[in-house]
């Protein structure tokens, strides 16, 4: 009995493993991820220091380069902010992909700042942020849950909608 139950937990192990690949969920999802752009001042898009990956703010990049801009409250709803966000996640993947060559070698998202341009009374920012978590979670599974802020700003970079910077965590 020890001997089968060992058997059903490599099998769920393995299984879970696979079902958690993240190059394959990208694709499952009908992502496709952009080339890399280039910083557009004075810094750059990632630092890697032992095993951690420090990525620069990215904004919601469209295809044509441009952003998806507006203050949330004002000019972009709530379910557009979370689609802002959630676009801006594709951008940060597309980094990460380039700052490590493979998605499957991260072993965590472990910190997110999210930041929403956002009137004054604006209160949902954890709502729009979503956007960016749910999708790190679909792709990732757990190792995508991570410790996150969601603050509202007076103003971003070229009227973006919002602007979202992750640390994560790769394999030894």
Not at 17 to 39: D, H
Not at 44 to 57: C, E, M, P
Request: charged residues 20%.
């Amino acid at each position: 009995m020890k001997h089968f139950l060992c058997l059903i937990g490599l099998f769920c192990t393995v299984q879970g493993l696979m079902a958690q690949n993240p190059e394959n969920k990208i694709r499952e999802l009908g992502i496709s991820l952009p080339a890399p752009s280039a910083p557009v001042a004075n810094y750059v898009k990632y630092v890697k220091t032992g095993n951690l990956v420090f990525l620069s703010g990215h904004g919601p990049a469209k295809a044509d380069g441009s952003y998806i801009t507006g203050k949330l409250g004002r000019d972009l709803t709530i379910e557009e902010g979370y689609a802002a966000a959630r676009q801006t996640g594709i951008g940060l993947l597309t980094t990460l992909k380039a700052a490590v060559g493979d998605l499957n070698k991260v072993k965590r998202i472990v910190k997110v700042l999210g930041m929403v341009n956002c009137t004054e009374s604006f209160a949902d920012q954890p709502k729009v942020i979503n956007g960016f978590s749910d999708l790190m979670v679909a792709i990732f599974g757990e190792k995508g849950k991570h410790a996150r802020s969601a603050v509202g700003m007076n103003a971003l970079p070229m009227n973006m909608a919002v602007e979202i910077e992750m640390i994560v965590e790769l394999e030894d």
